[in-house]
């Protein structure tokens, strides 16, 4: 298993935006597919947007379509959340998170063994 860090959470106004990034240790990242996650108290964890493997496929949910985008560079060992137009209700604790050739629509928390610890993002208005 890989471990992951994230990053690059903060505080930003509604309709500005950030750039997450999740590290990895180990050689063999680029065998993994990565999603992330967030959850804010009281729900449950939800997916936002994934990767895949081999980076031609990628992933999002409704509510961040066209607003958030994914990407990885296997070389650094990293994945990006470029996250734009941010609402107030994208306010969470965002979780990366990685499972060894994983193929799917990778949606689903579960089939994920490696996390990272998570970075809040606050979104004020």
């Known amino acids: 298993q890989v471990q992951l860090v994230e990053s690059g959470g903060g505080l930003v106004q509604a309709g500005g935006s950030l750039r997450l990034s999740c590290v990895a240790s180990g050689r063999t990242f680029s065998s993994y597919a990565v999603a992330w996650f967030r959850r804010t108290p009281g729900k449950e964890r939800e997916f936002v947007a994934g990767?895949?493997?081999?980076?031609?496929?990628?992933y999002y949910a409704d509510s961040v379509k066209g607003r958030f985008a994914i990407s990885r560079d296997n070389a650094r060992n990293a994945v990006y959340l470029h996250m734009n137009d941010l609402k107030q209700e994208d306010t969470a604790v965002y979780y990366c998170?990685?499972?060894?050739?994983?193929?799917?629509?990778?949606?689903?928390?579960?089939?994920?063994?490696?996390w990272g610890q998570g970075t809040q993002v606050t979104v004020s208005s």
């Open positions: 998170a990685g499972a060894q050739y994983l193929i799917g629509q990778l949606s689903r928390a579960a089939d994920f063994g490696s």
């Open positions: 990767i895949s493997v081999s980076d031609i496929n990628t």
